[in-house]
């Protein structure tokens, strides 16, 4: 596994991995990397030959200056993961190599008006400028993301789109702990009790993939039972929860195939999110969380 700083550096190994014919995947990161992140380089090496991963705490995302500090880094056990997974080459730039002077930002409207773009100001900026400027410097023919992150998913999805990126965006599952609570690099902030009131949004999935397989088709009744199952294991505030379309990310009244419940809450003053999508598949309602 090669390790570049530099934009050139990254430029030069990449261009060695395509004149050796090998298509290049993506996988960007913010480092402290756990099963979550690995799953990404595992769906990425199914359609690539050479795999990157960029390591980077991104400051222009953080709307809160101490959830930025605060952030978890630990580079050594990273790169030794990224080793594991089969990651070709890893970006670990530094302020000064993405952020000279940066006077460009790519917004994506309308798709962060609603979920966390309505609670984290400036953050879906910080992350499509990043992101785009990450797909310039390594042009990637695909880049994979987690379902975690629907918003951000579903965000660069359309950016990718509209800015003519000439790659393609994947969206892989979420994976959970045994327990049912989505892996995240936060997660080593919640102490014993808020990590067991957490497992109450897995839960509150549950309930809501329950409700639909029994038929029911109505947001708002899924969202207050939702929001029940959530307030039973005492979250310390739930920002949202929501049913939105897939495609805009607007709230809709009623369930329908491609429609996301997406929830977003504090325990103690770690915020966690999750969601669940859901399709028709052979006629029936997937629910996919
Ligand atoms: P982060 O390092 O948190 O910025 O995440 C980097 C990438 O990993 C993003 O595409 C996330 O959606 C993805 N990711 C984070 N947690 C998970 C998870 N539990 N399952 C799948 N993908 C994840």
């Given at each position: 596994m090669k390790t570049a700083h530099t934009i050139e550096e990254v430029r030069s190994i990449i261009r060695a991995a395509r004149a050796e014919g090998r298509g290049i995947g993506f996988v960007p990161t913010m480092g402290y990397l756990h099963r979550g992140h690995t799953s990404l380089v595992e769906e990425s090496r199914k359609k690539t030959g050479f795999q990157v991963m960029s390591i980077f705490v991104n400051?222009?995302?953080?709307?809160d200056p101490k959830d930025f500090s605060n952030y978890p880094r630990d580079l050594e056990r990273d790169l030794s993961i990224a080793r594991e997974a089969g990651v070709d080459l890893v970006f670990v730039p530094t302020d000064e190599v993405m952020y000279r002077d940066q006077r460009t930002c790519v917004d994506v409207d309308?798709?962060?008006?609603?979920?966390c773009g309505a609670h984290r100001p400036g953050h879906f900026r910080g992350v499509f400028t990043v992101v785009g400027k990450l797909f310039n410097i390594v042009l990637p023919d695909i880049a994979v993301f987690g379902q975690k992150d629907i918003q951000q998913a579903v965000g660069l999805e359309k950016m990718v789109a509209d800015l003519n990126f000439p790659l393609k965006i994947v969206i892989a599952p979420t994976v959970r702990e045994d327990d049912g609570l989505a892996m995240s690099s936060?997660?080593?902030?919640?102490n014993a009790d808020e990590r067991h009131r957490a497992l109450c949004i897995h839960r509150s999935l549950k309930k809501a993939a329950e409700m639909i397989a029994s038929g029911e088709r109505s947001a708002s009744n899924i969202s207050e039972a939702v929001g029940r199952v959530l307030a039973e294991g005492s979250p310390?505030?739930?920002?949202y929860v929501s049913v939105v379309r897939y495609g805009d990310l607007q709230p809709v009244d009623g369930i329908s195939p491609k429609s996301v419940l997406a929830i977003a809450a504090f325990f103690g003053s770690t915020r966690l999110i999750d969601n669940m999508i859901m399709e028709e598949r052979d006629e029936k309602f997937a629910c996919i969380y």
């Open positions: 400051k222009m995302q953080f709307n309308l798709l962060t008006d609603h979920l936060r997660n080593r902030h919640l310390d505030k739930i920002d």
